[in-house]
């Protein structure tokens, strides 16, 4: 299946902590942005067709694949000046780079890379700045023999507030952590028909519009993931996930996984 990544956004919440115009989606992770994690694990699953949404900071993602150095993330062979990669990580890939404006909604992004899915009646969709564990082919799945128009992977909320439940008289009647209410958010993980479109308005949004009018229709399917996830909507979570990077905790890393395992 395609894939289709929306990385055009400003990313403000991370603007204090980037140089330049760089957008969020090429903060680092370890030695390669959050776009290449991402693009990483849906490759992992066997899916390698991606579309870029593009928008600010767009030549920073174009410079980024067009001088891609596969050593940097595979073994490789030095001798006599040349070198001999032993893996790679893209050379599989096909990746469409398509400008959809600078302040486009990102239903409007979605209308515009419409062209680029050459018809296919379901695709992927992905903010391409979360990371998780989630179990693809499982989610694709569900949501093909669900027959739905669109499905949304949801989470709990990953805040550390707290609700307070405060009586008539002012007294508190009970403490409960956001996390452990019967909460769910936007995960960022899509599943779409061709259908969705059909929802979208020019300058529209992926899901007040589009989500919400298959809500209302009952053909928006939820896929409930108690596992990894992880934003990096802020420069502290950024630091955050390339510090876990960096001991080695990389949940959302299948592919070394898997590569852990052929090597035993």
Same mark, same amino acid.
């Given at each position: 299946?395609?894939?289709?990544?929306?990385?055009?956004?400003?990313?403000?919440?991370?603007?204090?902590?980037?140089?330049?115009?760089?957008?969020?989606?090429?903060?680092?992770?370890?030695?390669?942005?959050?776009?290449?994690?991402?693009?990483?694990?849906?490759?992992?699953?066997?899916?390698?067709?991606?579309?870029?949404?593009?928008?600010?900071?767009?030549?920073?993602?174009?410079?980024?694949?067009?001088?891609?150095?596969?050593?940097?993330?595979?073994?490789?062979?030095?001798?006599?000046?040349?070198?001999?990669?032993?893996?790679?990580?893209?050379?599989?890939?096909?990746?469409?780079?398509?400008?959809?404006?600078?302040?486009?909604?990102?239903?409007?992004? !979605?209308?515009?890379?419409?062209?680029?899915?050459?018809?296919?009646?379901?695709? +992927?969709?992905?903010?391409?700045?979360? !990371?998780?564990?989630?179990?693809?082919?499982?989610?694709?799945?569900?949501?093909?023999?669900?027959?739905?128009?669109?499905?949304?992977?949801?989470?709990?909320?990953?805040?550390?507030?707290?609700?307070?439940?405060?009586?008539?008289?002012?007294?508190?009647?009970?403490?409960?952590?956001?996390?452990?209410?019967? +909460?769910?958010?936007?995960?960022?993980?899509?599943?779409?028909?061709?259908?969705?479109?059909?929802?979208?308005?020019?300058?529209?949004? !992926?899901?007040?519009?589009?989500?919400?009018?298959?809500?209302?229709?009952?053909?928006?399917?939820?896929?409930?993931?108690?596992?990894?996830?992880?934003?990096?909507?802020?420069?502290?979570?950024?630091?955050?996930?390339?510090?876990?990077?960096?001991?080695?905790?990389?949940?959302?890393? !299948?592919?070394?996984?898997?590569?852990?395992?052929?090597?035993?």
């Amino acid at each position: 299946m395609k894939v289709v990544l929306f990385c055009g956004g400003y990313g403000t919440r991370m603007r204090s902590g980037t140089p330049g115009d760089v957008p969020k989606p090429m903060q680092l992770v370890g030695p390669r942005p959050l776009i290449w994690h991402v693009m990483r694990y849906y490759a992992h699953f066997g899916h390698t067709e991606f579309i870029l949404c593009l928008g600010y900071g767009a030549h920073h993602i174009k410079d980024f694949f067009l001088n891609y150095q596969e050593t940097i993330s595979n073994d490789f062979v030095l001798r006599g000046g040349e070198v001999k990669l032993l893996s790679t990580d893209i050379s599989d890939w096909s990746i469409s780079f398509v400008q959809t404006g600078i302040d486009s909604p990102i239903g409007e992004r !979605l209308r515009r890379v419409r062209d680029h899915l050459d018809g296919d009646e379901i695709f +992927l969709a992905n903010y391409a700045d979360v !990371l998780t564990d989630a179990p693809l082919p499982e989610i694709v799945d569900r949501f093909t023999a669900s027959g739905a128009g669109a499905s949304m992977m949801v989470v709990p909320p990953a805040e550390t507030f707290h609700c307070i439940e405060v009586g008539e008289d002012g007294m508190v009647g009970g403490i409960t952590p956001v996390s452990d209410m019967p +909460l769910w958010i936007n995960g960022g993980y899509f599943v779409l028909r061709q259908e969705v479109f059909d929802h979208i308005p020019p300058g529209g949004d !992926l899901v007040a519009d589009g989500c919400g009018e298959l809500a209302k229709r009952g053909r928006l399917l939820a896929y409930p993931h108690r596992g990894y996830w992880k934003p990096t909507d802020t420069v502290k979570e950024r630091i955050a996930l390339d510090e876990a990077y960096s001991r080695g905790d990389r949940p959302w890393a !299948l592919w070394e996984r898997e590569q852990a395992v052929r090597a035993r």
